[in-house]
């Protein structure tokens, strides 16, 4: 059974940094691409980040790209998301997912985690 | 980047009912469409890929069809546990972006 399960969030000061991790298990991790996927407060989804099965290929969400930085270990299984300069408006339920595949082509989201809570706030 | 729209916003519909959800893109996506269900406190759940293939374990009663710029959910007869919020979502185009998601509610 796959299992995603993600950790680090809480509760963070606007311009200060968060690590979020995301401990996969029930599938061959290095054979897929993984991403990150929010959902602020009451709202839809936006897709992050994502990262391909070697880390050669990776991309982001205009909206994060150069605060946000995505990586993956093979090794342990793990995902992360180093998230600084954080903003109020980054507030969310960031999911991890697994994709359908390896590269970063055709992106779509086979599995989710549950989720850890992001909120920016003074 | 590609805009999806979904319609209707909220879609009243009763047990045993068909229910049919829209979702439109911006500009053609091919067959590049997924679909997913979220119930309330829980993460989506990927239904359908490539416009009409169901995902694993996913029950006939759902179906997708459509191509380019228009494409539809079917839930043939809503079952108590369909109840929740549909998301389409193209992946043709960097980057992959959602609809804003259809409520499917008792009525």
């Known amino acids: 059974e796959v299992q995603l399960v993600e950790s680090g969030g809480g509760l963070v000061q606007p311009g200060r940094s968060l690590r979020l991790s995301c401990a996969a298990s029930?599938?061959?991790?290095?054979?897929?691409?993984m991403h990150w996927v929010r959902q602020a407060p009451g709202k839809g989804l936006e897709w992050v980040s994502g990262?391909?099965?070697?880390?050669?290929?990776?991309g982001y969400a205009d909206s994060v790209k150069g605060r946000f930085t995505i990586s993956r270990d093979n090794a342990k299984n793990s995902l992360y998301l180093q998230m600084n300069s954080l903003r109020a408006e980054d507030t969310a339920l960031y999911y991890c997912?697994?994709?359908?595949?390896?590269?970063?082509?055709?992106?779509?989201?086979?599995?989710w985690g549950q989720g850890t809570l992001v909120t920016v706030s003074s | 980047e590609i805009v999806m729209t979904q319609s209707p916003a909220t879609l009243s519909v009763s047990p045993g009912e068909r229910a049919t959800l829209s979702c439109r893109a911006s500009?053609?996506?091919?067959?590049?469409l997924a679909w997913y269900q979220q119930k309330p406190g829980q993460a989506p759940r990927l239904l359908i890929y490539?416009?009409?293939t169901r995902a694993t374990g996913i029950p006939a009663r759902f179906s997708g069809s459509g191509s380019g710029t228009e494409f539809t959910l079917t839930i043939s007869s809503l079952q108590s546990e369909d109840f929740a919020v549909y998301y389409c979502?193209?992946?043709?185009?960097?980057?992959?972006?959602f609809g804003g998601g259809t409520k499917v509610e008792i009525k």
């Open positions: 990262i391909s099965w070697n880390s050669g290929s990776i």
């Open positions: 500009q053609s996506v091919s067959s590049n």
């Open positions: 979502q193209q992946y043709n185009n960097w980057p992959p972006t």
């Open positions: 490539g416009a009409s």
């Open positions: 997912a697994k994709d359908s595949q390896r590269g970063l082509r055709n992106i779509f989201f086979y599995y």
């Open positions: 029930g599938f061959t991790f290095d054979d897929y691409a």
